[in-house]
């Protein structure tokens, strides 16, 4: 039966990686499974070699200039991880049932549109809802983080997120009067025009804000959900 690192083990391994100035949680957990596959391989040949020498001697194997290129190695791949899951969620939002919601939300906004005299107060009224979406994901993200510990990619999905209500606030804020009298405006159809225009940027920015942010969680999670020993702080 091949020798496998025990949990004790396996919490060294993460300590030790730590303290070699590797801040981000999910990439210390990349570096250590790097690191135990690699020790795990030479228990194979010697079952008899000391866990401790065995990992300094790999780290050895590396050196310092070589385990920086092996953590900045490790990030990308954590950040790729997460882009590929990422554009995995977004794109099973957009399914055929959308299609009829955005027929709805079409309908719905070209009614209020004919009904207002001033349709910048509806690109106003989508502005409040991305903002109080995406101040709402904010607080449940801050507040329901997996581990106290820094994790890159959560942070990044963070910044992500503060981004998108950013461009949310551009998108029906600071361009509405020139989205409206430059654009929609002088072309005729203005308002098929500005209700095509909110509900396809209000399902884009639900799908971000809100869709997107929770199937990361969920995926943060699962992650952390398969790694008990290190979920504590």
Known sequence: MQKQLTDLQMETLITFIRMKKVRFYDVQLEIAD????????KWQQDPQLPFEETMIQFYGDFGDE???????AKARLVHKKWLSNTL????????WPKALILVMLILIFHQFLSL????EFIFRWCAGIIILMAIGMSIFLFL????????????????????????GGMAFTYFTNWL??????????????????????MLFFYCTIIHVSLENYRDF?????SFPRFSQD
């Open 88 to 95: 995995q969620h977004f794109g099973t939002f957009f399914t």
């Open 221 to 225: 999670q699962k992650m952390y959900a």
């Open 116 to 119: 207002v005299q001033k349709p």
């Open 34 to 41: 790097h690191f135990a596959t690699a020790i795990e391989e």
């Open 180 to 201: 409206i009298y430059q654009f929609f405006m002088p072309y005729g159809g203005a308002e098929w025009g500005m209700a095509i225009y909110l509900s396809l940027c």
């Open 144 to 167: 329901k983080k997996p581990t106290s510990k820094p994790i890159m990619i959560y942070d990044y999905s963070y910044a992500i997120l503060i981004n998108t209500f950013n461009l």
């Open 66 to 72: 070589g385990f920086k290129q092996l953590m900045k």
